[in-house]
């Protein structure tokens, strides 16, 4: 059984800084694709970033430039660094894992499993 865990969200001004982690048990991590997406109040769940092992990422065009998927593949962690923090980040904030593909999607029915969410704030 896949379990991921997120943790690291909180309340944060806006133009601050959050790094987001979840940790992945019950599978190899490193040969996957790993995802973070989002779901604000009323709203779909939506496509942040993600990152396939061998290196390639992919953002949405609202985060680039100011958030950062990274992987440590020895501690099954993935993480998202999330800087310039805007009230518009303000969701839950949801990892996902991809046990298929090689490539990154950004749509969720590509994900097989996730995690419980974080909330995460952004104070205007």
């Known amino acids: 059984q896949v379990q991921l865990v997120e943790s690291g969200g909180g309340l944060v001004q806006a133009g601050g800084s959050l790094r987001l982690s979840c940790a992945v048990s019950g599978r190899t991590f490193r040969n996957y694709v790993m995802g973070w997406f989002r779901q604000a109040p009323g709203k779909e769940r939506e496509f942040v970033a993600a990152m396939w092992s061998g290196g390639n990422t992919s953002y949405a065009d609202s985060v680039k430039g100011r958030f950062s998927i990274s992987r440590d593949n020895a501690k099954n962690t993935v993480y998202l660094q999330m800087n310039n923090l805007k009230a518009e980040d303000t969701a839950v904030y949801y990892c996902?894992?991809?046990?298929?593909?090689?490539?990154?999607?950004?749509?969720?029915?590509?994900?097989?499993?996730w995690g419980q969410g974080t909330q995460v704030t952004v104070s205007s």
């Open positions: 996902a894992i991809d046990l298929w593909s090689t490539v990154v999607y950004t749509t969720t029915d590509a994900y097989d499993y």
